[in-house]
């Protein structure tokens, strides 16, 4: 019998786009935001949510996890069903690299309104004024 996979929410974004990045990761109930990980474009900032969830995955000894988010070009990307171009490249590269350290994790496209991690980091982000 199977065991139970951990689900793994990861968003990303921007503003503006291009602009300062921010990310946002939910596991088990715990959301880790980070909002200092430098410029880019808002696919950018999905790659790195990506990357930031199968590493706090790793860090946590799961193996049996899929990694839920709303970008659609980066789940395709990621489970290499489209072609890598630009940055995705290397964000890709680390995924893999980081991916070949254990078994491989399923990543999984989900609507906005589903995304714990997106409705975290828009609820922790202030409002402009």
Not at 2 to 23: L, Q, S, V, W
Not at 81 to 90: F, H, I, K, L, T
């Amino acid at each position: 019998m199977r065991g139970h996979r951990t689900k793994i929410y990861f968003d990303g974004g921007c503003r503006p786009n291009p602009g300062a990045m921010e990310i946002a990761v939910v596991a088990g109930g715990v959301v880790e935001i980070d909002r200092d990980i430098g410029t880019g474009s808002s696919m950018d900032a999905e790659w790195l949510a990506l990357i930031a969830a199968l590493r706090l995955a790793r860090r946590r000894g799961m193996s049996d996890v899929v990694l839920l988010g709303d970008a659609a070009a980066v789940v395709a990307q990621a489970n290499g069903a489209v072609r890598v171009r630009g940055s995705a490249v290397r964000h890709l590269a680390i995924f893999r690299e980081l991916a070949g350290e254990g078994p491989a994790p399923r990543v999984r496209h989900i609507k906005r309104t589903q995304n714990l991690a997106g409705i975290a980091l828009a609820r922790a982000t202030p409002e402009k004024k």
